[in-house]
Nanobody, 120 residues
Framework: EVHLVESGGGLVQPGGSLRLSCAAS????????MNWVRQAPGKGWEFVAS????????RYADSVKGRFTISRDNGKNTVYLQMNSLKSEDTALYYC?????????????RGQGTQVTVSS
């Protein structure tokens, strides 16, 4: 059974930083590409970033490119999202998911999410 636990969210001022973590279990993590997606209040799903199974290839939404960095530690079965220069429009619930479980911006299997609120 796929099990994903996101953490690291919180309240941060505009321009601040947060680092999200996603601990994975129940599957062969080192052989799966991973995604971060988000859902803002009253809005649809939005792809944020993805990383290949070996960590050598990454992809970002235009809205976060240059500010967010996705990374992974296959020894710890964990994927990270470093978020810098945060903006109010980054406020959302952030989820991690296996790329294979995602179609476009929607991922059918994901964790419980971690809330990121950017506000002064």
């Amino acid at each position: 059974e796929v099990h994903l636990v996101e953490s690291g969210g919180g309240l941060v001022q505009p321009g601040g930083s947060l680092r999200l973590s996603c601990a994975a279990s129940g599957f062969d993590f080192s052989n799966r590409a991973m995604n971060w997606v988000r859902q803002a209040p009253g809005k649809g799903w939005e792809f944020v970033a993805s990383i290949a199974s070996d960590g050598r290839s990454t992809r970002y939404a235009d809205s976060v490119k240059g500010r967010f960095t996705i990374s992974r530690d296959n020894g710890k079965n964990t994927v990270y999202l470093q978020m810098n220069s945060l903006k109010s429009e980054d406020t959302a619930l952030y989820y991690c998911a296996r790329a294979i479980d995602c179609i476009s911006d929607y991922c059918r299997e994901r964790g419980q999410g971690t809330q990121v609120t950017v506000s002064s």
